[in-house]
């Protein structure tokens, strides 16, 4: 009996050795063996959305999108990109088979300039090889970053695809990013009923394509539109020139889409006059116009195009709207230039023949001998008594004179009321330059006195010191700065040479605002403790322009009336203000 069982189990174990050699034998490789070949990837759809096409079809809300994932498997390898493509239908009928367009399967960026792969580090060699059998560095795999599966082409535009750091491989921020596996796409949609084949295949790291990619069928419906509506337009006659300046960045527009199901994907285009000149899609609501959009760049009316496109590539009407327009003839750098000077004084003040003499000779000394008009508001014939906005426009610089020796209280013909305010304001946006000479107290014949001169004249809205109207200052003169000359009165307009009958009424303080620079101080005879040395004139140098645009405006307060003053100083002032507003 032990004998039996001990013959069983030696032949029972001399079989399973026999056995195991074979199986050794059978899966043991040799050096001369043929290697086994690589296993393509398997591709597959995550979320395949129902594809009924009746409730698709009759749905209001089947939009034109579609949101996918995707994964995939490589049993040998790993996963390198991802390719896909889609195939379009209208009523039935195949329009379009776009081409294939491959994205790498991107991990993460963990430095700046450094691209992170799947795969360990002896696989990035292997990946940037595959990366130059895609074509040029302009290829689509140059513009899919993350999960942004991005392309140029008009028929379908990948949406909300996460981070797109930048639009190339290098140089991408410190910022992770999510692997490509999802999307949601944007498909061209025409017809009432717009058939869509979505194709996805994966690639592994010897190249290999999956063979069956995973694909899903769905339906859309037309893409709905959006009404195109302008809010803001520039009022009648706008001064405009051909480039924008820090002060006149362009005649503003403003618009917006009626599109309740798309309220933060819009993006606009316009232009003016010429619709072949639209501007690049923007989010932007707002546009700035100068007369180098103009076809062509004249004065008078022109009009302006605005449309809004929506997230599915559909584009509103076009909304447009006339608006009018000055070009001022200084804008042209050949155009001569001049100065038109304008003289408010009421005539019972001064005597008009001797103002216009005394100013005849300063500009003439100025080098400006036959280059300047005078304006006289007392002896204009006509209500309005202001030169207008194309009056302005032919004059590259304003001087405007609003001296007297009494303030003109309800001499409102003579003031600077709100709408010769936006005149002149318009004009220096446009970089006309300007120099004001005087005012005894400007407040007294400027209306927007607090928000004028800042905004303009680079002014401090109020005085710091109070005063009262009858208040003697004892003024003797103006302490020149910054290259200006120091004034004295002349004493055959100004009895003594001082003012100490207050004749000239509050010469006001003028604080520098903003880049502001003081060029005058107040000179008293006795050295008033109040008033001495304060700021009277002020000017601003706007900075220089960059070729070929026209010089930004300057200008220049005096804060006295000039005419008052010796002609010598006179026209040593003048000199130095038109060389600080580059006339």
């Known amino acids: 009996m032990h004998m039996n069982t001990r013959l069983v189990t030696n032949s029972l174990l001399t079989f399973l050795g026999l056995v195991g ?157 999510q692997t490509p596996t ?54 009648p006659q706008s001064l405009i020139i051909r480039y924008a300046t820090e002060r006149f960045p362009g005649l503003l527009f403003q618009f917006r889409s009626l599109d309740p199901n798309n309220t933060n994907d819009l993006t606009f285009s316009w232009c003016v006059d010429d619709t072949a000149f639209w501007s690049p899609w923007s989010a932007g609501v707002t546009a700035r116009v100068t007369a180098s959009d103009f076809h062509p760049p004249s004065s008078g009316n022109h009009r302006f195009f605005v449309r809004a496109r929506n997230r599915w590539g559909v584009v509103s009407p076009i909304k447009d709207t006339i608006f009018s327009v000055v070009i001022p003839a200084f804008d042209d750098p050949l155009w001569p230039r001049r100065i038109l000077f304008i003289n408010s004084n009421r005539q019972a003040d001064i005597d008009t023949a001797s103002f216009k003499q005394f100013y005849s000779e300063v500009l003439d000394s100025c080098g400006k001998a036959g280059k300047y008009d005078f304006y006289c508001l007392a002896t204009t014939p006509g209500t309005a008594r202001f030169p207008d906005t194309v009056t302005l426009g032919k004059y590259s610089m304003v001087i405007y004179s609003l001296e007297a020796k009494l303030p003109p209280f309800g001499a409102a013909a003579y003031q600077l009321n709100s709408t010769r305010e936006g005149l002149l304001g318009n004009y220096m946006l446009a970089g006309g330059k300007f120099i004001l000479s005087g005012v005894p107290d400007a407040r007294t014949s400027i209306n927007n006195y607090d928000t004028w001169m800042p905004a303009y004249l680079h002014i401090v809205p109020s005085t710091i010191i109070s005063y009262s109207v009858n208040t003697a200052r004892d003024f003797a003169g103006a302490k020149g700065a910054l290259g200006y000359p120091d004034v004295t009165l002349d004493p055959t307009k100004v009895p003594s040479g001082i003012d100490s009958g207050a004749t000239l009424r509050n010469i006001n303080l003028n604080y520098p605002f903003g880049f502001g620079e003081a060029i005058y101080q107040f000179d008293s005879q006795a050295n008033d403790p109040v008033f001495e040395n304060q700021p009277l004139g002020v000017r601003y140098k706007g900075p220089a322009p960059i070729p070929p645009q026209r010089e930004t405006y300057s200008t220049v307060y005096f804060g006295i009336p000039m005419y008052y003053a010796n002609k010598s100083a006179a026209i040593r002032a003048m000199r130095q203000a038109l060389s600080d507003v580059h006339e």
């Not at 990619?213 to 009022?235: E, H, K, Q, R, Y």
């Open 21 to 177: 050699v074979a199986v050794l034998v059978a899966t043991c490789k040799y050096p001369n063996d043929p290697l086994k070949g690589n296993s393509s990837p398997d591709t597959r759809l995550s979320n395949i959305p129902p594809n009924d096409t009746i409730a698709q079809y009759i749905n209001v809300n089947a939009f034109p999108e579609l949101t996918l994932s995707w994964i995939a498997d490589d049993p040998d390898g790993y996963v390198v990109a991802y390719k896909y493509r889609w195939t379009d239908y209208v009523r039935g009928r195949q329009i379009n088979q776009n081409p294939w367009t491959t994205i790498l399967n991107l991990t993460k960026v963990g430095w700046d300039n450094v691209i992170a792969l799947r795969g360990t580090s002896p696989s990035v060699s292997r990946i940037y090889n595959f990366l130059a059998t895609l074509g040029p560095a302009d290829t689509a795999i140059s513009r899919a970053v993350g999960d942004s599966l991005a392309t140029l082409r008009p028929f379908a535009v990948p949406y909300k695809t996460g981070v797109v750091v930048t639009d190339s491989l290098i140089g991408l921020s410190r910022v992770d990013l």
């Open 182 to 235: 999802t999307a949601t796409f944007i498909f061209y949609s025409p017809a009432d009923s717009n058939g869509h084949l979505y194709e996805v295949a994966s690639v592994d790291n010897n190249d290999a394509v999956d063979p069956t990619p995973a694909n899903v069928f769905f339906w859309t419906l037309v893409s709905p539109g959006s009404i195109c509506v302008i809010d803001v337009a520039p009022p």
